[in-house]
């Protein structure tokens, strides 16, 4: 049986934009990429919100996968390419060959049946996207960028307490903590 972890990078204080939508406060080292690779080659399939797919699918299948770009990335280009990807979205009509569109009234049972087909890691990203499918989530991955935004999207805007278990945590030179919770 599968599991769905929700990853996003965020700011200290809890938000994965800031308050002008951008993402530029979070400036990865080597160590975090490194990281972050070797996490994603362990991945059976992305589970991406639409605006989270339209942030990662150019950058990760046309600009950073090229000659020229550092390694750490082309290899994460590579991995990202190679794994099945879902994006929830009622308003995309088609994307690229080898993605799979999902509608919002068919997600949960869509995660559900993934997570029973599929034997490894389903990796969910957006906020909107994990929020509407918190009961469904196994895992809880966060990445805090030391920097303090003061504002933006938060990393998970659910209206009830949902209470974790710290498992893991560790910090990288470059400044980022890693905290992994799961359901007690």
């Given at each position: 049986?599968?599991?769905?972890?929700?990853?996003?990078?965020?700011?200290?204080?809890?938000?994965?934009?800031?308050?002008?939508?951008?993402?530029?406060?979070?400036?990865?080292?080597?160590?975090?990429?490194?990281?972050?690779?070797?996490?994603?080659?362990?991945?059976?399939?992305?589970?991406?919100?639409?605006?989270?797919?339209?942030?990662m699918e150019k950058p990760?299948?046309?600009?950073?996968?090229?000659?020229?770009?550092?390694?750490?990335?082309?290899?994460?280009?590579?991995?990202?390419?190679?794994?099945?990807?879902?994006?929830?979205?009622?308003?995309?009509?088609?994307?690229?060959?080898?993605?799979?569109?999902?509608?919002?009234?068919?997600?949960?049972?869509?995660?559900?049946?993934?997570?029973?087909?599929?034997?490894?890691?389903?990796?969910?990203?957006?906020?909107?996207?994990?929020?509407?499918?918190?009961?469904?989530?196994?895992?809880?991955?966060?990445?805090?960028?030391?920097?303090?935004?003061?504002?933006?999207?938060?990393?998970?805007?659910?209206?009830?307490?949902?209470?974790?278990?710290?498992?893991?945590?560790?910090?990288?030179?470059?400044?980022?903590?890693?905290?992994r919770y799961v359901r007690?």
């Amino acid at each position: 049986m599968g599991k769905v972890i929700y990853w996003m990078n965020t700011s200290i204080d809890g938000y994965i934009e800031d308050p002008d939508g951008g993402m530029d406060f979070m400036d990865p080292d080597e160590d975090f990429r490194q990281a972050a690779n070797d996490h994603v080659r362990r991945i059976a399939a992305f589970l991406f919100g639409r605006r989270l797919y339209e942030a990662m699918e150019k950058p990760w299948t046309q600009d950073l996968g090229k000659e020229g770009a550092p390694a750490l990335e082309r290899e994460f280009a590579q991995i990202y390419k190679e794994t099945p990807r879902y994006v929830f979205s009622d308003t995309l009509q088609t994307v690229p060959e080898g993605l799979t569109i999902v509608r919002r009234k068919d997600a949960a049972s869509v995660v559900t049946r993934l997570k029973q087909e599929i034997d490894g890691t389903l990796q969910l990203g957006g906020p909107e996207l994990a929020a509407s499918l918190v009961d469904l989530i196994d895992e809880f991955w966060v990445y805090a960028s030391p920097v303090i935004v003061g504002g933006g999207k938060p990393y998970l805007p659910v209206r009830e307490q949902l209470r974790l278990r710290l498992v893991e945590h560790r910090s990288f030179a470059s400044g980022i903590m890693f905290r992994r919770y799961v359901r007690p």
